[in-house]
């Protein structure tokens, strides 16, 4: 059976996973999802763009088209569109320079992409033409401050930028400034106005956030504490209130720990009762229990990641099965989820070396 037929075979869904190719990495590769097993298969892939670290689904060219969207995670910094019709993505013009250093997230929201670059500490909005493609950078968000961890903190280093439930507000997560960003995106202009700041604990260095699906409550994961912060969220008036938060590893955060960890992704599950964390050096997956309408999370158990050094979690879009991009040992293991306690079970791998990320149509 060809990639092609796999591809278009009843059940089979599609995701796209993105490597570091100055690792060694196919660049964007896209596979076949068996919904029935999580199995993947590679249909096909392409280094157009250095380092794609990060992807996102939006609209693309044509009616009901779909277009894909990298960051590409180099000192100058770029995104690219792109065609995802047949089974090897193809380029929608050319490269478009963000105007910031090494961004490392992207998302899109109000006919815009926005991208976090790290190296830089700032948040680009980039125009996205009706045909997919990409037009000029509408505004470039400048974060300022530092953190106390004098290696990983002397300046802003935005790690993440996402729309928030309601599509109001933009949020982005800076490892270096211990905070998180409220901003306004004016969908007209594409300007990027700062809202307001919440501190989170001072060195505890937040990567990234994900919302509970009820829409009152947000959980930052932090990397240089292995900790998850939880958070009120009031899309009413733009306020994000820290509540509490819990240890992601047994015994609770401690400098002296060995191996050191570093939590990269956090996940929430679709009937938000579950939060997963990917926790680098630990090697493993977190399950936290989500409780009192999501304003808690207990930590309930932590499962081998099926590699090492889990970048990125990502749950298919039936809820059934979580996927790891494994980056160092260079595979996607994915795992079934007990529906009832939330405890993924290995069920497969995927050679994909330097994986950075998956996501699926």
Same mark, same amino acid.
């Given at each position: ?36 097993? @999580? ?11 250095? &380092?794609? %670290? ?15 969207? +990298? $960051? ?22 050319? #490269?478009?320079?963000?105007?910031? *250093? +090494? ?16 190296? *830089?500490? *700032? ?9 997919? %493609?990409?037009?000029? $950078? ?9 953190? =106390? ?23 982005? !997560?800076?490892?270096?400034? &211990? ?14 106005? /700062? ?5 989170? =604990? ?18 930052? #994961? ?28 047994? @015994?609770?955060? %401690?400098? &002296? ?13 679709? &009937? @938000?009762?579950? #939060? ?11 399950? /936290? ?7 808690? +999370? ?23 099965? #979580? ?5 160092? %040992? @260079? ?5 079934? !989820? ?10 497969? *791998? ?12």
């Amino acid at each position: 059976m060809t990639s092609s037929a796999v591809g278009r075979e009843s059940g089979a869904g599609r995701a796209f996973i993105g490597s570091f190719t100055s690792s060694g990495g196919r660049g964007i590769t896209a596979a076949a999802v068996e919904r029935e097993t @999580g199995a993947l298969t590679v249909l096909g892939s392409t280094d157009a763009v250095p &380092d794609p %670290s990060y992807l996102v689904l939006g609209q693309g060219p044509g009616p009901g088209g779909r277009a894909l969207y +990298a $960051v590409s995670e180099t000192e100058h910094g770029a995104t690219a569109a792109f065609d995802i019709t047949g089974d090897v993505p193809q380029p929608i013009g050319e #490269l478009r320079p963000v105007e910031g *250093s +090494a961004p490392t997230h992207l998302a899109l929201t109000g006919g815009h992409l926005l991208t976090a670059n790290y190296g *830089s500490g *700032s948040v680009t909005a980039v125009a996205v033409r009706e045909d997919g %493609s990409l037009g000029p $950078v509408t505004s470039v968000l400048r974060h300022e401050g530092s953190g =106390p961890d004098t290696d990983r903190q002397r300046g802003p280093h935005a790690h993440q930028v996402l729309p928030d439930p309601s599509g109001n507000w933009v949020l982005s !997560v800076d490892l270096g400034t &211990d905070s998180v960003r409220i901003c306004t995106l004016d969908t007209a202009t594409g300007a990027l106005r /700062l809202h307001g700041e919440t501190a989170l =604990p001072p060195g505890s260095g937040p990567r990234h956030l994900a919302f509970h699906p009820a829409g009152g409550h947000a959980y930052v #994961l932090n990397e240089l504490e292995p900790t998850v912060t939880v958070c009120r969220w009031d899309a009413t008036t733009g306020v994000l209130e820290p509540t509490g938060g819990t240890a992601v590893l047994p @015994g609770g955060p %401690s400098a &002296d720990a060995e191996p050191a960890t570093y939590p990269s992704e956090v996940v929430v599950s679709h &009937d @938000g009762r579950f #939060l997963w964390t990917a926790n680098r050096g630990h090697d493993s997956i977190s399950v /936290l229990a989500l409780e009192a309408a999501g304003g808690r +999370a207990v930590l309930v158990t932590t499962v081998d990641c099926g590699g090492h050094w889990p970048r990125d979690l990502a749950l298919d879009p039936t809820g059934r099965w #979580l996927y790891a991009a494994n980056e160092r %040992s @260079g595979d996607v293991t994915w795992f079934a !989820v007990d529906p009832a306690t939330g405890i993924p079970r290995r069920a497969g *791998s995927l050679q994909a070396p330097a994986a950075s990320c998956v996501i699926f149509a």
